[in-house]
């Protein structure tokens, strides 16, 4: 296991499947077949998601989005370890984790495409709306995380966030004071090495992001992003720890964004195709597929079966987004608080 070393402090990253499809079995979380095939099938409806995500923007269906091409293992395999009391503050690349979470997938469609009735998760589902503004959902996360802990509720919070938030006041106070009181928070840092068209080591002297948990007393692991068996095995430790009083983790996910940051950037402006090239042979799809065909659980059928299912789901879900009748104006208001204020009723009643 690979180490990077930070004074007297070592940062550990955690590998168990390997690119070729082989894994660490001392490492290798307990998983039934039939849960591995399931995140299997998660991560080809969150990779159908986002293609069609892409080219209904290229149409002009939907706005501006941010493709999460490279990122499906991170998201999918720490969403999997979430019992459902759990808490979800996401950044704005979760898509993997809503789907997971069986968010409706017309839903994240209406959001993207400029509808806020998006953000109307079922009941069921503890998770904030996504936050776009960097950094800043990070405080929320934390300030759950002391909520559950008032309330003793076996709840954990798990806060999303990219490379790029780690440089934000944000971070540092959030991080700070869920080390303070030991809060029952998961930090997961999607380190896909760009913030923007930043590089990682123009925005951060730090060897790792997991180390930036080291001055605020919370423990930090590095793991390997494109690896679903390390993020899941990683969070659920995580989980175990902050449900029985450890304290919180800081995970990074160490993987890249092989598309752009969005629909509206260029990526190929700031970062050579070479870089690109090496991280697509490091698909996380691909290497999971090579395990479980390995396993007996994937072949060339298996693969088009769940392919075609998910893009059949991904067609309904489009139909539904396309076919909602349009929000009332009235909406802008009652959507955005649950009372409004005198001047909100007045203005309401003029639109």
Request: hydrophobic share 40%.
């Amino acid at each position: 296991m690979p180490e990077t070393t930070l004074a007297s402090h070592a940062i550990h990253r955690l590998e168990i499947l390997g690119e070729d499809g082989d894994v660490d079995k001392a490492l290798m979380p307990e998983l039934s077949d039939e849960r591995i095939v399931r995140m299997y099938e998660m991560m080809v409806l969150a990779r159908s998601f986002d293609e069609r995500a892409v080219t209904l923007q290229r149409e002009g269906r939907l706005g501006t989005y941010p493709p999460i091409l490279g990122q499906e293992a991170a998201q999918v395999g720490s969403a999997s370890a979430l019992l459902p009391c759990d808490w979800v503050v996401p950044s704005f690349r979760e898509m993997g984790v809503h789907i997971t979470l069986g968010y409706p997938i017309h839903r994240l469609f209406q959001y993207w495409g400029g509808d806020e009735r998006g953000q109307r998760g079922p009941e069921s589902l503890n998770i904030l709306p996504i936050c776009v503004a960097v950094g800043t959902q990070i405080p929320h996360g934390v300030g759950i995380a002391m909520a559950a802990r008032y309330r003793r509720d076996p709840a954990v919070v798990c806060t999303y966030f990219g490379d790029g938030a780690t440089s934000k006041g944000d971070f540092h106070e959030g991080l700070n004071m869920a080390g303070v009181f030991k809060l029952p928070a998961v930090f997961i840092c999607q380190n896909n090495q760009w913030a923007i068209s930043v590089p990682l080591k123009q925005q951060t002297a730090a060897a790792t992001i997991a180390q930036k948990g080291v001055a605020y007393g919370i423990d930090g692991i590095q793991v390997d992003g494109n690896d679903i068996f390390a993020v899941y095995r990683a969070t659920s430790d995580a989980l175990a720890k902050a449900r029985s009083g450890g304290g919180p983790t800081l995970i990074e996910c160490l993987t890249y964004r092989i598309a752009d940051h969005t629909t509206a950037d260029d990526a190929g402006r700031y970062r050579t195709p070479d870089e690109v090239a090496t991280w697509r042979r490091k698909d996380p799809l691909l290497r999971l597929e090579r395990f479980m065909a390995g396993r007996g659980l994937w072949d060339d059928d298996v693969g088009r079966r769940v392919r075609e299912e998910a893009v059949a789901e991904i067609d309904r879900a489009v139909l539904a987004m396309e076919s909602a009748p349009q929000p009332e104006a009235e909406e802008m208001f009652t959507n955005t608080g649950a009372t409004l204020s005198r001047r909100q009723i007045r203005q309401m009643e003029v639109i």
